[in-house]
C-alpha cells in the first residue's frame, strides 16, 4: 500500500436527503474531524446514524449539503489522493477467477498483463491466498471472498484505504481472524486507512483514533486516542487497558443507540 502525507480534512459537513414524500432526511450535522496520514481512525456509531455516509463524502461519491471536505499537505490544500474501496458485499464478480478479479482495476489502468499478474499474485498472497487463484468466487467461504476484495483493494497501492463494514457479513470466528490478518498488513505498511464499523472490539484492535458518533443527524460525539501496543491480537482484548477502552466507547455509545432507537420508533409510527 501507498504511504502519504495526506490529511483529510472534513470541515462543519452536514449532508440531507431530499425525500420524493415527507420531510428529508438530515444524514449528517456540522461534522467536524481529520483524517491524519499514516493512522488507522475507526468510526463507530449507532445504525443509521451516517458513518458509511461520512465515508463516501471522504471517497468523493457524495458531495455535502453544507461544509467542506479538504485534502491537506503540511497545511497547504493539494489534489485527492489514490483510494480504494472494501465494502461490506463482496461485491466479486462471479465469471471471474480469484486472480482475474483482483487484477481487474490494473487492466482497467492499463497495465500490461505480466505486470498486473504479478501484482495480482503478490496481493493475494498477502491475504493468505496463494493456491487460489484459479477459483471461483462461488468456489470460495464468506471469509475468503472478502479476503479477495481486500486483495483487489490493496493491489492499486492506495494511499488510502477506506474500510465500511469489511467484516459484517462474516461468522463471528472468520471475523476474528480477518480482523488479525487486516490489523497485520495495515500495521506493516503503514497505510492511512479510515475503518466503519458496528463492533467496539473491532475498532480497538484496528484503530488509532477511534471517532463515536451520535445518533442521526449524525456529528462527532467524542475522539478517542488507542494507546494499546501493537500488534494487537486477540490477545489484547485480555488487556486492562482494553477493557477501560471498550466500557468508556459502549457507555458513550448505549446512550446514542437508545436514541435512535426512540428515533426510529417514532419514524415508524408516523
Not at 455516509?53 to 489514490?82: D, S, V
Not at 497505510?191 to 442521526?216: G, K, Y
Request: glycine share 8%; with cysteine; proline share 5%.
Amino acid at each position: 500500500m501507498g504511504v502519504t502525507a495526506t490529511t483529510i480534512a472534513i470541515d462543519g459537513v452536514g449532508l440531507t436527503f431530499p425525500a420524493k414524500v415527507g420531510a428529508p432526511t438530515r444524514a449528517l450535522n456540522n461534522v467536524t474531524c481529520r483524517f491524519e496520514p499514516g493512522r488507522v481512525t475507526a468510526i463507530i456509531g449507532p445504525s443509521g446514524c451516517g458513518k458509511s455516509t461520512l465515508l463516501q463524502i471522504a471517497r468523493g461519491f457524495l458531495e455535502p449539503t453544507h461544509g467542506r471536505l479538504r485534502f491537506l499537505e503540511n497545511g497547504a490544500a493539494t489534489e485527492r489522493p489514490k483510494m480504494s474501496t472494501v465494502w461490506q458485499a463482496f461485491n466479486l464478480f462471479p465469471w471471474l477467477t480469484v486472480i482475474e478479479n483482483v487484477a481487474f482495476g490494473l487492466k482497467l489502468a492499463a497495465l500490461p498483463k505480466a505486470d498486473r499478474l504479478a501484482r495480482a499474485r503478490k496481493a493475494i498472497g498477502a491475504v493468505d491466498l496463494t493456491g487460489f487463484e484459479d477459483r471461483y468466487p462461488r468456489q470460495l467461504s464468506g471469509g475468503m471472498r472478502q479476503r479477495v476484495g481486500l486483495a483487489r483493494a490493496l493491489v492499486m497501492d492506495p494511499d488510502i484505504l477506506l474500510l465500511d463494514e469489511p467484516f459484517g457479513a462474516l461468522d463471528a470466528q472468520t471475523r476474528l481472524v480477518l480482523q488479525e490478518q487486516l490489523a497485520a498488513l495495515v500495521e506493516a505498511s503503514g497505510t492511512t486507512a479510515l475503518l466503519v464499523t458496528h463492533s467496539i472490539e473491532e475498532a480497538i484492535l484496528l484503530a488509532d483514533t477511534i471517532l463515536v458518533m451520535t445518533a442521526r443527524p449524525g456529528r462527532i460525539a467524542d475522539e478517542i486516542s488507542v494507546d494499546l501496543a501493537r500488534p494487537r491480537t486477540l490477545a489484547t482484548t485480555h488487556e486492562p487497558g482494553y477493557a477501560a477502552l471498550f466500557d468508556r466507547i459502549y457507555g458513550l455509545l448505549r446512550d446514542e443507540v437508545m436514541r435512535a432507537m426512540v428515533i426510529e420508533t417514532g419514524v415508524a409510527a408516523q
